[in-house]
């Protein structure tokens, strides 16, 4: 049985995937979308710029949007706080040297 390290590694290395997929997908899509719109609509070839700049920042919104609502899912889902350690340990409180 994997230890919980492990398991966070895993969790974490496909998290990031998903991710990066989600990110390209909507990133093509965006491209796409543009490049359609621009072909039939002409006055929009003078803002393909802009339109890249704004498609770039929706797919990184949408992308992390989706992957945190697939993440608090599968946590609740497959009860992944028991089977997963914790990324950052809790800080210990400073000891008081001045005594």
């Known amino acids: 049985m994997p230890s919980k390290k492990i398991n966070t590694l895993l969790f974490m290395i496909i998290g990031t995937v998903v991710n990066l997929i989600l990110l390209l997908f909507?990133?093509?899509f965006g491209f796409v979308?543009?490049?359609v719109l621009a072909d039939r609509v002409p006055a929009l070839g003078d803002i393909v710029g802009i339109l890249t700049v704004v498609v770039l920042v929706a797919?990184?919104?949408l992308s992390f949007l989706i992957y945190?609502?697939?993440?608090k899912w599968?946590?609740?889902k497959f009860a992944l706080e028991e089977?997963?350690?914790p990324l950052f340990?809790?800080?210990k409180p400073k000891r008081n040297t001045e005594e």
């Open 26 to 28: 909507f990133i093509i």
């Open 33 to 35: 979308l543009v490049s």
């Open 59 to 61: 797919a990184l919104a």
């Open 68 to 71: 945190s609502r697939l993440v």
């Open 74 to 76: 599968a946590t609740k």
């Open 83 to 85: 089977n997963l350690s």
């Open 89 to 91: 340990s809790p800080k």
